[in-house]
Nanobody, 124 residues
Framework: QVQLVESGGGLVQAGGSLRLSCAAS????????MGWFRQAPGKEREFVAT????????YYADSVKGRFSISRDNAKNTVYLQMNSLKPEDTAVYYC?????????????????WGQGTQVTVSS
């Protein structure tokens, strides 16, 4: 089992920045591919970013490419999502997830463990 706890969400004006953190506990953190997803009211959960075990491989949704950056610190069992140039359409609950596969993936079904989510609200 892996337990994931997100933090760092909040209310920010358009153009601002936030950094989300996801602390993991349980099994060896470095064994897992990590991902960030988000879900806006009335919409399905969607992929945001993913990172492999070493941090050398990342992939982003087109909607956040160039604005968001995913990273991880295996010594601290933590994955981060740096969000810059935020837009009102980025408003959502953000979830981190851990997957036991070897490769980065955008598919929800490939992630085995999920956090409870943290709210990000971007005002215009």
């Amino acid at each position: 089992q892996v337990q994931l706890v997100e933090s760092g969400g909040g209310l920010v004006q358009a153009g601002g920045s936030l950094r989300l953190s996801c602390a993991a506990s349980g099994r060896t953190f470095s064994n897992y591919v990590m991902g960030w997803f988000r879900q806006a009211p009335g919409k399905e959960r969607e992929f945001v970013a993913t990172i492999n075990w070493s941090g050398r491989s990342t992939y982003y949704a087109d909607s956040v490419k160039g604005r968001f950056s995913i990273s991880r610190d295996n010594a601290k069992n933590t994955v981060y999502l740096q969000m810059n140039s935020l837009k009102p359409e980025d408003t959502a609950v953000y979830y981190c997830a851990a997957g036991s596969g070897r490769y980065i993936t955008i598919r929800i079904m490939d992630y085995d463990y999920w956090g409870q989510g943290t709210q990000v609200t971007v005002s215009s």
